[in-house]
């Protein structure tokens, strides 16, 4: 099992950096694939980043793409998520989340990961 705890999180202008880290407890943090996702008021929970276990492959929402990016940590149990040029419209709790990603893996489904964290707010004023 892996119990992800993140942090990072505040209240930023348009255009600022923000980086979130989100640390695995647990002994087999460097086998589970960890993914980031956000949640604004009123909307579903949607899928912003992950990465695979070896940090072989990474996966971007549309959204994100060329301003965030995930990497890891292994000997720190850790998944940063540098978020650069930062909108309004990123406003929302993020997620850390935890998956073995086995065969089939599809992550950009919210139901595919077994581990989430209780998420640290983001706020990015205009």
């Known amino acids: 099992q892996v119990q992800p705890v993140e942090s990072g999180g505040g209240l930023v202008q348009a255009g600022d950096s923000l980086r979130l880290s989100c640390v695995g407890h647990?002994?087999?943090?460097?086998?589970?694939?960890m993914g980031w996702f956000r949640q604004a008021p009123g909307k579903e929970r949607e899928f912003v980043a992950a990465?695979?276990?070896?940090?072989?492959?990474?996966y971007y929402a549309d959204s994100v793409k060329g301003r965030f990016t995930i990497s890891r940590d292994n000997a720190k149990n850790t998944v940063y998520l540098q978020m650069n040029s930062l909108k309004p419209e990123d406003t929302a709790v993020y997620y850390c989340?935890?998956?073995?990603?086995?065969?089939?893996?599809?992550?950009?489904?919210?139901?595919?990961?077994?581990?989430w964290g209780q998420g640290t707010q983001v706020t990015v004023s205009s």
């Open positions: 989340a935890a998956d073995l990603a086995l065969s089939g893996w599809r992550p950009q489904r919210v139901d595919e990961w077994d581990y």
């Open positions: 990465i695979t276990w070896s940090s072989t492959n990474t």
């Open positions: 647990g002994q087999s943090f460097g086998s589970y694939a």
